[in-house]
């Protein structure tokens, strides 16, 4: 294929995957008429239905929950951030673990937990312990901005600790030597770090308004609207309210954009790269017994509310043979296991999606790695930028518009006419889910592509190679490590997906996040948390798997990379 | 698949430059360059940042695409405007500035790496790899990882891959730039002896005269995309073509006068406020004529010192005043403004009445603010006139 083919190829995907999606159903918004959902060709009538009555409470709660959870989720970072590249505390390195098992945990995975628990006779009770005190706390605003503060605290960890790593001891030394004391060091990192800590609080707020993971669990079965939810209900429902779904996405966008303007505004055009560069590395701060005692106690406590209370909640439950059901001995056993792994209702599911996540993953990172190049490219091209912003407002967008999206722009008559009709097909849930996934990916890899130094290839191409075989004996080698994390991560984070699922999943065939959905809501909790931990399980053992034969049958090269960079 | 020049032969091959043009939107990084380099040459391109140089020597390797114009390498055209010959196909090995090591191959292998394109037998190749490795005392880290080397370790193992297909062109990318003096000097000698044992063609690319006259066999000095003047050193030196090519070759400093007489033989008389300097006419210089005179480092003596009574000892008055105590030709005095230790002596800057003279050496240093006498030779002292003479 040559140079200009291969270019088409990729910007048609891109146009395909990304573009005519979102756009056709943010432009439903205005103009209904426009696609066939109603007779006005310009209207503002869903806007003035997505700010009226119900839905304008639910944009406010959204709002509220979202500042509350960024707050709570930058300060709590910025401690643990502070704690593992500031301090020698012992095992500190647990931490970046627990933040990157975070990460991976999808937060509806994160509420269900907490309502095995807390629910009428759930866990807790079948076990003797009253929950009605901590039920009406949870199952409410507290509960859903707790679920959403866990889930952002790794999401502001990356940005913070990015911001910390780059930021030199020469600083506060040059206070130091200049006549200013402790205090004045602090507030000359502090306003180093604002950068971070602003991407952090923006990162947070967007993550969190646009979430739908605790939108559909939690905040649903607790009453307390929120945006995300009313948008799957206007999609969800019949007749279908595109006009309005599309409305309510514009407004989340809106919101996005202000928190990103907020940001924008509050650091007056600086930028992580001021930060960057030729800093010495800090000394640690030593701490005492007492204090390492008790940031440990701290952390442990963090901990259990953060993975330890929902991991107990799903596991539990999944053991506890007839949970949620009159049926079954509510006993405590292996019989929902058993049950998920003979029936083909439960365990197909699994495969469906691991099915569906491995071929993700693969596709994901090579395009992945075809927008990272083209992103890291040398000065600033115009398809670079391009490519930037529409990567951007992917990010921004949430995974419920991406689907609405795509049911929308795939189900057009057009499609049928054209004898191209993808929709309600497991092609067109791959489209989607890569689509969801690349943003992320392309991130996760655009900063590696851009250390690559160029001369490397060069040098290759010097000394007697061909275009392709120099990229595959010197690129592919030099970032097998990044390319692996990337896989890994879009294969879990594709397993465990919810809303694209939700929305797309062919008929007949359902991925895992819908199966377990589909068995909590006919009440076979026990069946449910079962597959949710089979899931959860799995996942983590394709990622020991990788990493491990990594670390066994890569050669030596290629590990000695990250090891001594 | 075309063969590669000369590949797997000991000797160099010849370059021809036709009228070369390469732009970056709107900027020329390279307007008309024509050169030819007999095989076996040693050329350094010698130029400020921005002259064209690093253009040139990546359109040689192919990694970038001229313009127009003809490059031939020995009898072969690689490249003239339409038809580009892949880099990998031009069978040339390249020193890159930042090494351009791969590191996730140890130094045996980067340097085997460059060997692969013979296809030798697994013993040839090694056996030779480590031959080579050896020549650049590099054989006993050859299990180590790049990044597990110094700076000084890493280029020359970027030398031995460069090297050890014997290829018939060697390019520089400033080699030397990213290491310390004592590294820079130790590598320098090392780059001068392999590339002349290989007898390959060697095209070197730096900003430093010094570092380009220590190795080239011959010398092109290039300026905005433009070919200055192509030479052996001495010449470069010696005859500088323009005045940019005497200041970037180094300088002393430059005084305004007229052509006084012409005193054949290509030396003219020119005076300077109230002094006469001989020096080398570069163009024809009638009487007259309004001429920068640009003085040579290697020019200069201080004498002895200037009294207040205007005969010797320090002065309160340094400029400005002519040197009733000098009034034989190419003596001028001013004050020492500074003095730097250069090891082997003292290195002065001293205001004249007409500009500072930097580099002016002394066995003995002189005190700051004190006025002396000062001797300019004549063969370094050059005379342009002054439509040619700004930079």
């Known amino acids: ?565 | 698949m075309t063969t590669a020049i000369d590949s797997g032969s000991f000797g160099g091959c010849s370059i021809e430059l036709e009228d070369v043009r390469k732009a970056f939107g709107a900027t020329h990084a390279l307007d008309g360059v024509s050169l030819s380099v007999e095989p076996g040459t040693f050329l350094v391109l010698l130029g400020p940042s921005g002259s064209g140089k690093t253009t040139m020597l990546r359109g040689l390797a192919g990694v970038e695409r001229f313009d127009s114009g003809t490059v031939r390498l020995g009898s072969r055209v690689v490249s003239d405007g339409r038809r580009h010959l892949p880099p990998e196909r031009r069978g040339l090995a390249m020193v890159f500035q930042d090494y351009a090591l791969w590191p996730h191959l140890t130094v045996f292998e980067n340097v085997a790496y460059a060997l692969k394109r013979h296809h030798l037998d697994g013993r040839e190749a090694r056996s030779r790899t480590m031959e080579t490795l050896d020549r650049v005392s590099m054989a006993e880290k050859a299990a180590n990882y790049p990044q597990e080397l110094s700076g000084g370790q890493q280029q020359r193992v970027a030398l031995a891959r460069a090297i050890v297909a014997r290829p018939s062109l060697l390019l520089f990318d400033e080699p030397l730039s990213n290491l310390d003096a004592d590294l820079r000097e130790q590598l320098r000698v090392e780059i001068a002896t392999l590339a002349r044992e290989s007898g390959a063609t060697a095209v070197y690319i730096t900003h430093d005269q010094s570092e380009a006259f220590a190795l080239a066999d011959v010398v092109g000095v290039l300026r905005r995309g433009r070919l200055e003047q192509i030479g052996p050193p001495e010449q470069i030196y010696a005859h500088p073509a323009t005045p940019f090519v005497a200041r970037f070759t180094g300088l002393s400093g430059s005084m305004r006068g007229v052509v006084d007489r012409d005193l054949a033989a290509g030396v003219v008389e020119v005076r300077v406020g109230d002094h006469l300097l001989t020096a080398s006419a570069r163009g024809a210089l009638r009487p007259g004529t309004a001429v920068d005179v640009l003085v040579r480092p290697s020019a200069t003596r201080l004498m002895h010192p200037l009294h207040d009574d205007g005969r010797d000892g320090p002065s309160g008055h340094g400029r400005g005043r002519t040197d009733p105590a000098s009034p034989e030709p190419n003596r001028i005095h001013g004050r020492i403004v500074d003095v730097a230790y250069r090891g082997r002596g003292y290195e002065h800057v001293v205001r004249t009445p007409y500009g500072d003279l930097t580099g002016v050496f002394s066995n003995t240093a002189r005190a700051r603010g004190t006025d002396w006498h000062l001797a300019i030779d004549s063969a370094g002292c050059l005379a342009f006139p002054i439509a040619n003479a700004e930079i």
């Open chain 1, 1 to 565: 294929m040559s140079r200009g083919s291969a270019f088409l190829v990729f910007w048609l995907l891109i146009v395909a995957i990304l573009v005519v999606p979102i756009l056709l159903f943010l432009a439903v918004a205005f103009s209904p008429a426009l696609l066939a959902q109603g007779p006005e060709w310009f209207t503002l009538s869903a806007f003035a239905q997505a700010l009226d009555g119900q839905l304008l409470v639910a944009f406010l709660d959204s709002t509220v929950v979202g500042v509350v959870t960024a707050v709570l989720s930058a300060a709590i970072a910025f401690w643990l951030a502070w704690v593992v590249m500031r301090t020698d505390l012992v095992g500190r390195r647990i931490w970046t673990g627990v933040a990157f098992a975070l990460l991976l945990t999808p937060s509806y995975l994160i509420a269900l937990g907490w309502e095995r628990l807390l629910e009428p006779n759930g866990v807790l009770e079948l076990i003797g312990i009253p929950a009605d005190g901590a039920r009406s706390v949870m199952y409410g605003p507290v509960g859903i901005v707790v679920v959403l503060t866990v889930k952002g605290i790794p999401f502001a960890f990356l940005a913070i600790s990015n911001t910390l790593r780059g930021l030199g001891h020469e600083f506060e030394d040059a206070v130091r030597v200049h006549g200013g004391g402790r205090v004045a060091a602090l507030r000359i990192v502090v306003a180093l770090l604002s950068p971070g800590v602003w991407a952090a609080l923006a990162i947070v707020f967007a993550e969190s308004i646009s979430d739908f993971g605790v939108a559909s669990t939690l905040a649903n079965d607790s009453h307390f609207l929120v945006a995300t939810y009313s948008l799957y209900m206007a999609v969800d429902s019949f007749p279908v309210h595109f006009p309005v779904a599309a409305a309510i996405s514009w407004v989340l966008l809106v919101l996005i954009v202000l928190a990103l303007l907020a940001q924008n505004a509050a650091l007056k055009g600086r930028s992580f790269r001021v930060l960057s560069g030729r800093s010495k590395p800090v000394l640690s701060q030593r701490l005492s017994p007492a204090v390492t005692a008790i940031t440990w106690l701290c952390f442990l406590v963090f901990l259990l509310l953060a993975l330890g209370v929902p991991a107990f909640g799903a596991v539990s439950a999944s053991l506890i043979d007839g949970l949620g059901s009159l049926a079954g001995t509510h006993q405590w056993d292996l019989s929902n296991y058993l049950r998920v792994l003979s029936s083909p209702q439960l365990g197909d599911p699994l495969v469906y999606s691991a099915i569906l996540a491995a071929i993700t993953a693969t596709a994901g990172v090579a395009l992945a790695v075809a927008c990272a190049r083209v992103l890291a490219a040398r000065g600033s091209t115009l398809p670079g930028r391009v490519l930037d912003f529409i990567l951007l407002a992917a990010v921004a967008l949430p995974g419920i518009v991406f689907a609405a999206g795509y049911i929308f722009a795939y189900n057009l008559p057009l499609w049928s006419a054209l004898h191209l009709q993808i929709y309600g097909t497991t092609t067109l849930l791959l489209l989607a889910y890569l689509a969801t996934a690349l943003p992320s990916t392309t991130r996760v890899l655009v900063g590696t592509m851009s250390q690559i130094q160029e001369s490397m290839l060069e040098a290759s191409r010097v000394h007697g190679r061909g275009p392709l075989r120099a990229w595959l004996s010197i690129v592919i080698p030099v970032i097998a490590r990044p390319l692996l994390s990337a896989w890994l991560l879009t294969f879990a984070a594709t397993l465990l997906e919810l809303p694209v699922s939700q929305l797309l999943s062919p008929p007949g065939s359902q991925p895992v996040s819908v199966g377990i959905e589909a068995a909590l809501a006919k009440y076979d909790y026990g069946g449910g948390t079962a597959m949710e931990v089979l899931a959860v399980l799995f996942a983590l053992v394709v990622v020991g798997i990788g990493f491990g034969a990594f670390r066994l049958f890569a050669p030596a090269g290629w590990r000695a990379i990250g090891r001594t960079r």
